[in-house]
């Protein structure tokens, strides 16, 4: 999912900046006091940009989650499932014209705690198939974001630095789930499914708050406890 702001200014205004964005919540005074406060390949940047068009552009890939889950049978078909999760969000943030930009490339570890209920609808030899409903509580763990300058179609310098802030994403779900049996209490699944994440506040940009509606396909190991 991609998102573009776009503006132009005289280079007298702050309004030349509206099309910048970053991940730390620094507001446009802030950015600007940052760059000005002392040579930097970020004023370069906003130098070269005067009297250009400049856009951001912001890019979330799918995510992805893996999942160490125990089950609990709590009847013939129906079951209860918790266990541990992790997922790796990935974000592309372009900002600045054409020849003069700075791209910011996010990285958010997140670890989970679900809880869903399963149903199991048909077994096939070692297969089967279910349908479930649940949730899960999601907490950022850590996150990078590199960042690389480029003015007037030159790299010049690039940098990473850890995120501070740390959000926390909740979410509820509905699937349809896969299991294979290796052993009588190991199993591998995957379920495929929708997930709809609860708005939190936060200035780290996520796939979360933009399309909080998700397809996802959780994969992973399955331990039976009963």
Do not use: C
Not at 24 to 42: H, K, N, R
């Amino acid at each position: 999912m991609a998102n573009v702001a776009v503006s132009q200014g005289l280079p007298n205004s702050l309004e030349q900046y509206s099309g910048y964005t970053n991940s730390s919540g620094i507001s446009v005074d802030g950015l600007l006091a940052s760059a000005m406060a002392e040579f930097s390949p970020l004023a370069e940047v906003l130098e070269a940009n005067a009297y250009e068009v400049v856009a951001t552009n912001v890019k979330h890939k799918t995510p992805l989650t893996a999942v160490l889950s125990f089950q609990y049978q709590l009847s013939q078909r129906l079951s209860l499932t918790t266990g541990l999760t992790y997922t790796r969000l990935e974000s592309d943030l372009r900002s600045g014209s054409l020849a003069s930009y700075l791209n910011r490339e996010q990285t958010l570890h997140y670890a989970g705690v679900p809880l869903q209920l399963n149903y199991q609808m048909l077994t096939r030899g070692r297969f089967s198939g279910y349908v479930a409903m649940g949730g899960q509580v999601r907490k950022a763990v850590y996150g990078t974001l590199k960042t690389t300058y480029t003015v007037n179609a030159e790299k010049r310098t690039e940098s990473v630095e850890t995120l501070e802030e740390r959000p926390w994403d909740f979410s509820v779900n509905a699937a349809a789930g896969l299991q294979y049996t290796l052993t009588p209490g190991l199993s591998l699944f995957i379920e495929p499914g929708l997930e709809y994440h609860v708005h939190r506040p936060t200035t780290i940009p996520t796939i979360y708050q933009e399309q909080p509606l998700l397809f996802n396909a959780h994969f992973g190991l399955r331990f039976k406890l009963k």
